[in-house]
């Protein structure tokens, strides 16, 4: 099971761009990498997910390089509301047993 | 809309006591799983399920119980052998590589 580590909690200011990095050196050739996020009291949201190179939707963007052995999620001119805990998972889809970390706590200042 | 349900939101339980935690999903999702989460801390993952009437124990599944009778429902029973059941319980579903569809979770507390 691949082990990601990111970094415990980051801070920044309502629009700005957040660059969140998740390293996951031993990740195999099947993992797939989503990111979620969670509000206080809250179950996991999906962000996004991908296996290489960018992809993009409407809330974020998802950085692999070619060793696919990290991954930055970009969350473009954040606001308040994007304080949450982020997390970085790797898994191939058919194994159960995806390991979450504690995630980055990130907050948003006015 | 589509998604999952847990009840309740809060639960409190005496020492000794069985109590019975509720999940219902109607996406349609073969894999059901139940999570707890502690303060500042992931997620562990207590139990599976692949599928109906099949069950697998997860990383802390001692002290717990569960069943999938039916496909839309997976139920976890937290049973006086756990010693520790103050946490926040998340259940979740997913289709293979979908990601994972979480309830908005239940706050167990031992009184």
């Known amino acids: 099971l691949a082990k990601t580590t990111q970094p415990i909690s980051m801070d920044s200011y309502e629009g700005q761009e957040v660059n969140i990095t998740c390293s996951h050196n031993n990740i195999a050739t099947n993992d797939y990498i989503t990111w979620y996020q969670q509000f206080p009291s809250q179950g996991p949201r999906f962000i996004i997910q991908?296996?290489?190179?960018?992809v993009t939707n409407e809330v974020a963007s998802l950085f692999i390089p070619a060793d696919r052995k990290s991954s930055t999620l970009s969350l473009p001119r954040v606001s308040l509301s994007d304080t949450a805990v982020y997390y970085c998972?790797?898994?191939?889809?058919?194994?159960?047993?995806?390991?979450w970390g504690a995630g980055t706590k990130l907050i948003i200042k006015p | 809309d589509g998604g999952i349900t847990q009840s309740p939101k809060y639960l409190f339980r005496k020492e000794g006591q069985n109590v019975t935690l509720s999940c219902e999903q109607n996406?349609?999702?073969?894999?059901m799983y139940w999570y707890r989460q502690d303060p500042g801390q992931g997620l562990r993952l207590i139990y599976y399920?692949?599928?109906?009437?099949?069950?697998q124990k997860g990383d802390i599944a001692e002290g717990y119980s569960v069943s999938r009778e039916k496909k839309e429902s997976f139920p976890l029973t937290v049973t006086s052998a756990q010693k520790n059941p103050t946490a926040f319980y998340l259940c979740a579903s997913s289709i293979q590589r979908s990601g994972y569809t979480f309830g908005s979770g239940t706050r167990l507390t031992v009184v």
């Open positions: 998972l790797v898994g191939d889809g058919s194994n159960y047993q995806l390991i």
């Open positions: 991908g296996y290489k190179t960018k």
């Open positions: 996406l349609n999702h073969d894999a």
């Open positions: 399920s692949q599928i109906v009437n099949d069950f």
